[in-house]
């Protein structure tokens, strides 16, 4: 489109004898950083995506196991109505890696189970030599290396610390 004022806006390169290479790299600079930046947001939507995938594998994990239970929808800790009181696992101080033994092997002689599908019997918890799960350790094996992994990726993204 042109309009009147366009018309007669100065054309510096239409100038004889301007070099039409300033132009050039101009229109250039403009557009090779829109072109990364294009790029960069694509990656990083998809990075993102990824993300929210894997928290909603946590979530799914934290739902199927019924953690919120004992320990609360929010992980604040349970009220010990129905089922036994878990503590707050908004305050725990436990770290990925013994949030994961917790949650695989559970704490044996309390009321917290282990979720692994193999804990015990095929993955080694506590130390102990690989065999059947110790008396006082409450089983619930419904839970693959897997799901635990993205539990507690969840757990660190969204209830510990909140
Ligand atoms: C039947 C009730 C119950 C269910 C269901 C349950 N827990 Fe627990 N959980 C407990 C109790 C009780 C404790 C505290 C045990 C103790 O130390 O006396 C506990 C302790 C924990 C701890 C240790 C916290 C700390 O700071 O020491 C973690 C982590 C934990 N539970 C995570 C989970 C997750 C994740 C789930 C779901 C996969 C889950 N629990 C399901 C009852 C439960």
Known sequence: MTSEVDSHMPRLWLKP???????????????????ALIAVLSLCSAALAQNAAALAAGENAWDKA???????????????????????????????AALAETISCGLPGTQMPAWLDDAYTKRSCYGFPLGPAPAE????????????????????????GR
């Open 66 to 96: 019924g953690c919120l239970q004992c320990h609360g929808a929010q992980g604040q800790g349970g009220d010990g109505g129905e089922f036994p009181a878990g503590p707050s696992l908004q305050k725990t101080r436990l770290d990925r």
């Open 17 to 35: 004898g301007h070099t039409p290479v300033s132009a050039a790299l101009g229109s250039a600079r403009g557009r090779v950083p829109a072109m």
């Open 137 to 160: 350790v409450t089983a619930t094996p419904v839970l693959s290396a897997g799901e635990i992994e993205a539990l507690v990726n969840y757990l660190m993204a969204k209830i510990v």
